[in-house]
């Protein structure tokens, strides 16, 4: 396989990755709360954070196992603490995220 088809793999894993998000805000937008079960729209609302932490514990986990435990824990922190202030100064999560994500990556540049 050459390196052109490589980024079609990787252009139609994301297309299918949008879809598959876009599709049920598309459909609850055009059902609203009338075609939604109250059990589905619990578990649908506990999904997001569930998938947060689950992500959040399997891409930090290698970092803290690796012998040093410091600068990891340092940068996990420091991302988590900028998250909630900005959570709590913008609300949202787009601006918390994002902000988090950049606190992590700069005390990860600077400690490296």
């Known amino acids: 396989m050459n390196s052109d088809h490589y ?3 990787i252009l139609l894993c994301g297309l299918g990755t949008f879809v598959i998000r876009l599709w ?3 459909w609850q937008q055009q059902q609203g709360d009338r075609g939604m079960p109250a059990w589905l ?3 649908l609302q506990a999904l997001g954070p569930a998938a947060i932490g689950s992500l959040l514990i399997v891409s930090l986990l290698p970092s803290l196992l690796s012998g040093e435990i410091f600068t990891p ?3 996990i922190i ?3 603490a900028a998250i909630i202030m900005a959570r709590k100064w ?3 999560v787009a601006v918390p995220t ?3 994500v950049l606190v992590y ?3 990860a540049y600077l400690t490296r």
């Open 7 to 9: 980024w079609w793999v």
């Open 24 to 26: 049920p805000m598309r």
């Open 41 to 43: 729209r619990g578990a």
């Open 73 to 75: 824990l340092l940068r």
């Open 78 to 80: 420091m991302g988590i």
């Open 90 to 92: 913008v609300g949202g």
């Open 98 to 100: 994002l902000v988090g």
């Open 105 to 107: 990556g700069l005390i």
